[in-house]
Nanobody
């Protein structure tokens, strides 16, 4: 069973930075693309960024140039470095395997950007 455990969220002021982590079990991240997503209550979950098996990355226009996805194969962990945070980045952040809807979602980690 695939499991995702997100951590690293918190309260940060606009312009600040956070690094989120996602410990993955049940699969080896070297074998799959992995992604970060976020959700604001009562709205649909949004895609944030993806990293491929080869390490190529892509991100949503709303975070491009500010957020960076990476992975540590030895730790089987995915990261999201978030810089220049904005109030509109406030959400619960999740990691997941793209194109595997049967995987359970983790609890996510809350990011709140507020002065």
């Amino acid at each position: 069973q695939v499991q995702f455990v997100e951590s690293g969220g918190g309260l940060v002021q606009p312009g600040g930075s956070l690094t989120l982590s996602c410990e993955v079990s049940g699969i080896t991240v070297t074998n799959y693309a992995m992604g970060w997503y976020r959700q604001v209550p009562e709205t649909q979950r949004q895609w944030v960024a993806t990293i491929t098996r080869a390490g190529d990355t892509g991100s949503a226009n709303s975070v491009k140039g500010r957020f960076t996805i990476s992975k540590d194969n030895a730790k089987n962990t995915i990261y999201l470095q978030m810089n220049s945070l904005k109030v509109e980045d406030t959400a619960v952040y999740y990691c997941h395997r793209p194109n595997y809807p049967a995987d359970d979602w983790g609890q996510g980690t809350q990011v709140t950007v507020s002065s």
